[in-house]
């Protein structure tokens, strides 16, 4: 600013050469009969530099647009650009690119978040149609104001549908079981269920099989579990619990389990409805879910095995002999009848309860 001042009060004093001042100050001679007209009309102040931004920008967003962005910014933190163009487009809102998106927000002074996956391109697997099949978790242990809640969630593989969200009290048996049969109520019986080695779906051992899996598979659904320290295994499960951290659970702990469950119901409305998922090309997960045609039955149905099939039951604490052999299967199949199915290999058996293949026994390892 004073070279500035110092140029255009020795240009305006009388008989002054301005090309020649132009050249020793070092500046073109259109700059500077700038500076002489804008000191002549505005004083001092017409030195200061003038923001380059165009008074006229024919190509930015409508200011609706932009309310709109940053509405649903503000109603959900955790989404970026693409979530919101989604949004947007779907309901209505308006056309717009992801990358428009993220300069509205930065230039609102909104501060994005990491919330993206890592630099390597993800390799996407998923079953055929809905229903197919079932992924199932608990996410962890959630703070209360007293105490603390445990979500249960369940996912459809093919359209990352939320079949379950509940805020459970503890992880036991029957609190799992009493959910489960409220969604096959409502949305049908899948066909498998695909869950982690820990209680109460797994017990960590051989067979790896609890009450809860023996009910599963008495109903008919099969179940399944993932590799050990392998949690890819049950990929979109670990990503909806990552989206219902990040979208649900960052705010202050929940007073009590109906509060929870309020907010839980609302997310979940949010998510399948609303927000669009990057793994299925930016849908929403209700546009491609479709209940399943089999019904749930409290009752159990008849089952009957294979011909050929050697039917054993279990006794207590899962003990059991073939052919003059004994040995054990899983506990949790105690009073049930389960078949040893003959293999090509001879003296090898696969041992089924109902439709599910359980164990392989070999009794050519087993003494008499």
């Given amino acids: 600013m004073s070279q500035k001042e110092e140029f255009v009060r020795l240009a305006l004093a009388p008989g002054a050469n301005v090309s020649s001042l132009c050249r020793r100050f070092r500046i073109g001679r259109t ?6 007209a804008r000191f002549r009309a505005n004083g001092e102040s017409g030195l200061v530099e003038c923001s380059r931004r165009p ?9 609706a647009l932009e309310a709109a962005v940053l509405s649903l910014r503000q109603e959900c ?3 970026g ?12 809102g308006g056309t717009i690119a992801p990358s428009t998106v993220t300069g509205i927000l930065r230039r609102n002074g909104v501060e994005l978040g990491a919330q993206g996956g890592g630099t390597q391109p993800f390799i996407r697997f998923e079953h055929e149609a809905p229903n197919d099949l079932w992924q ?3 996410k962890g ?58 209680p109460p779906w797994g017990d960590g051992g051989r067979n790896n099989f609890t009450a809860l899996g023996v009910w599963l598979i008495e109903i008919g659904v099969a179940i399944s579990h993932s590799r050990p320290c392998h949690p890819q295994t049950l990929g979109k499960e670990e990503r909806f619990h990552r989206s219902l951290k990040a979208e649900a659970l960052q705010g202050p702990p929940f007073d009590s389990l109906s509060i929870a469950q309020r907010a839980f119901d609302a997310w979940r409305q949010l998510y399948n409805t609303r927000r669009p998922h990057d793994g299925i090309g930016g849908a929403v997960p ?5 209940p399943s045609g089999r019904d749930f039955s409290e009752a159990v149905p008849p089952f009957e095995y294979a011909l050929g099939d050697h039917l054993r039951k279990i006794q207590q604490k899962g003990a059991t002999s073939l052919f003059g052999r004994a040995f054990k299967i899983c506990n949790a199949f105690a009073g049930r009848t389960v078949a040893f199915r003959p293999t090509q290999k001879d003296g090898v058996f696969d041992v089924y309860f109902r439709h599910q293949k359980i164990q392989t ?4 390892a087993i003494s008499r």
């Fill in 31 to 36: 700059c500077g009969h700038k500076l002489i």
């Fill in 55 to 63: 008074k006229l920008s024919p190509r930015r967003s409508l200011p």
């Fill in 81 to 92: 650009g693409r979530k919101i163009a989604g949004v947007l487009k779907r309901e209505g």
């Fill in 77 to 79: 933190p955790a989404w």
């Fill in 141 to 198: 242990h959630v703070a209360l104001r007293q105490g603390r809640l445990h979500p249960l969630t369940v996912l459809d593989d093919h359209s990352r549908f939320s079949l379950v969200l509940e805020a459970c009290p503890d992880q036991t048996t029957e609190t799992v079981k009493t959910r489960l049969i409220a969604a096959f109520q409502r949305y049908g019986l899948p066909w498998r269920i695909a869950t982690d080695n820990g």
């Fill in 361 to 364: 026994i070999d009794l050519n």
């Fill in 286 to 290: 209700i546009d491609r879910y479709r």
């Fill in 136 to 138: 199932m978790d608990f």
